[in-house]
């Protein structure tokens, strides 16, 4: 009966966002956004620069620099609004870093362990056996095309565009979050990097996660077909769609969708 219950009040929604207002240092810059996701679901954000993007994706994560005023943010129906940036992480949300640190002495295969066992820990459980670290890193590995001496490197240390990316990518199918919030404003995302990004996430998405993908570039969503495509401007989404908006804002541009709205 109990668990009857549970699984009722279960929300159907990965992540809903309604009506967010937040900023920064007094400086409103989302006005009021409403964002629901499903399980399975992958939504493209775009918007001009300065619309608010990686704003959205910093206060859905929980970066605590920005400041919520209005509105809520719900994981699977548990507002998060009080919960910090790890809490949110160990619920399984992602946040792919825009500007990745360098960590000299680290490798990029201790880092990811060090990563998996924290969020293990914050979650009650022990660390994941030597033994199926490895394999599951292997296998991973293998799924991206990752060589054996890229996971002893030093952490970004001198990476290539590419190879930063890769290591992001890795990072996400490794640590298998709930919702994966890829913020791809970078403009060194040249048509390697796109496509490593662009296989990663179709190789990670599945009907039980979701990915909530910010990007200024059109040409991206060639390769990651979104089910849902929503246009940020001056902090809000002025219109939401499916995969043929991204389209129609390659040929048209953003203005025209101010004109609409
Ligand atoms: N740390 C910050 N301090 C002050 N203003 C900020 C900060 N981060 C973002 N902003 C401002 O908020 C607005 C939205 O920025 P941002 O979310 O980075 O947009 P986008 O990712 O769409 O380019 C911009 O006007 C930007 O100058
Ligand atoms: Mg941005």
Do not use: C
Not at 118 to 139: C, F, N, S, V
Not at 207 to 234: G, M
Request: proline share 3%; hydrophobic share 40%; charged share 30%.
């Amino acid at each position: 009966m109990l668990k009857l219950l549970t699984f009722a009040i279960q929300s159907e929604y990965m992540l809903k966002v309604q009506n967010l207002y937040a900023g920064i240092e007094g400086k409103e810059i989302l006005k009021g956004i409403n964002l629901e996701i499903k399980p399975g679901e992958v939504h493209a954000i775009m918007g001009p620069n300065g619309s608010g993007k990686s704003t959205l994706s910093s206060v859905i994560a929980g970066n605590e620099d920005f400041e919520v005023s209005r509105g809520s943010i719900e994981m699977e129906g548990e507002d998060i609004l009080e919960l910090g940036a790890d809490d949110r992480a160990h619920k399984g949300i992602f946040l792919s870093f825009q500007y990745p640190v360098e960590i000299p002495g680290v490798s990029v295969t201790n880092f990811i362990r060090t990563a998996i066992n924290e969020t293990r820990k914050a979650q009650g459980l022990d660390e994941m056996p030597a033994g199926e670290m490895l394999k599951t890193i292997r296998e991973k590995a293998a799924m991206l095309g990752i060589r054996k001496d890229f996971l002893s490197r030093s952490l970004n240390e001198g990476f290539s565009g590419g190879e930063k990316k890769r290591n992001e990518i890795f990072q996400l199918m490794m640590m298998d979050p709930k919702l994966a919030i890829l913020d791809e404003t970078d403009s060194g995302l040249d048509i390697d990097a796109l496509k490593i990004v662009a296989e990663g996430v179709n190789k990670f998405r599945n009907e039980n996660n979701a990915v909530l993908l910010i990007t200024h570039y059109q040409r991206l969503l060639d390769y990651i077909v979104p089910d849902f495509v929503h246009v940020l401007s001056d902090g809000k989404i002025i219109k939401s769609g499916d995969k043929n908006l991204a389209l129609e804002l390659e040929a048209r541009g953003y203005d025209w969708v101010k004109e609409e709205a």
